[in-house]
């Protein structure tokens, strides 16, 4: 089975910060067949946590939620949602292609990352590999956002690297312009404000408005500079609908074992001590 679509549309940019889109990301095929096990699976999940985007002008808490399941905070997230899809061939097949270093560095094309392994997230380190390579692993998160919900201005940084977005358009299956994801530029003389807390501010230019289209991937590389958000006005319809996306992070793995573990474990306790004084 053919994950990758031959004839996908690549865009990449490395201004206000590097970032790509590509249309018509999966086969059609395996697109379809994914979308039908990514309903299937997250229908039936119980356990979404409510988060509720901040204005900045009037610290107004949005009273219209974004679900989410999984992510950086979850203990692998990877496993537990890989598991959640055991039975789901064409999903699974493409979780587990993503540990695949081949074929991410075929999506995150012109990207490169240099010395890089790409780790199961339940293998641990040794010295060895904590010294020599940049070892990375996946993070995943489902994000099911209601129209009127918002995500306030951030970036993403440690421990994600590449932070990445797909798209699977509108839980009723219509197209929609709104809800999408917004690439900000930053004033250069404004200082980084507090993260989660700007949907709109003079101090921030809007870049791009990347819509929620159905197999659509939007992937940039996680920094200090890299802010993005989802306006809350930019889809005012009050249908009983979520954008849902699969969100897909590269992030720092920092499971090690034996010297890698004791070294590491020093530097928190140096840094906890430094903090302290």
Not at 58 to 64: G, S
Not at 140 to 163: C, E, M, Q, W
Not at 180 to 188: A, E, F, L
Request: aromatic share 14%; hydrophobic share 35%.
């Amino acid at each position: 089975m053919k994950i990758l679509n031959d004839h996908a549309k690549k865009q990449h940019s490395s201004d206000p910060y590097e970032f790509f889109i590509i249309d018509d990301f999966l086969d059609p095929e395996t697109y379809s067949l994914m979308r039908k096990e990514f309903y299937s699976v997250i229908n039936d999940i119980a356990e979404w946590q409510k988060e509720f985007g901040i204005a900045y002008s009037t610290n107004e808490v949005l009273d219209k939620p974004i679900y989410i399941y999984g992510g950086t905070s979850t203990i692998d997230s990877y496993t537990d949602v890989r598991n959640k899809f055991a039975d789901k061939v064409t999903f699974k097949k493409f979780l587990d292609s993503l540990l695949d270093k081949g074929f991410v560095n075929n999506i995150i094309q012109p990207i490169i990352l240099k010395k890089t392994k790409i780790w199961d997230p339940t293998e641990k380190l040794n010295f060895f590999n904590k010294l020599f390579y940049n070892n990375l692993t996946f993070s995943i998160k489902f994000s099911r956002s209601t129209p009127g919900s918002g995500i306030a201005l951030h970036p993403d940084n440690y421990p994600k690297v590449i932070s990445m977005l797909l798209y699977f358009g509108w839980s009723d299956g219509k197209k929609r312009e709104g809800q999408g994801t917004q690439i900000y530029k930053k004033d250069s003389n404004f200082p980084n404000p507090i993260h989660h807390c700007y949907f709109s501010h003079k101090n921030f230019k809007l870049h791009k408005d990347v819509t929620p289209v159905e197999n659509r991937l939007m992937g940039f590389v996680a920094g200090q500079n890299s802010w993005h958000g989802v306006d809350p006005n930019s889809c005012t319809e009050k249908a009983d609908v979520t954008r849902d996306v699969l969100q897909i992070n590269l992030i720092k793995h920092t499971n090690y074992k034996g010297m890698a573990k004791f070294i590491a474990n020093c530097k928190v306790k140096i840094k906890k001590t430094l903090k302290s004084n």
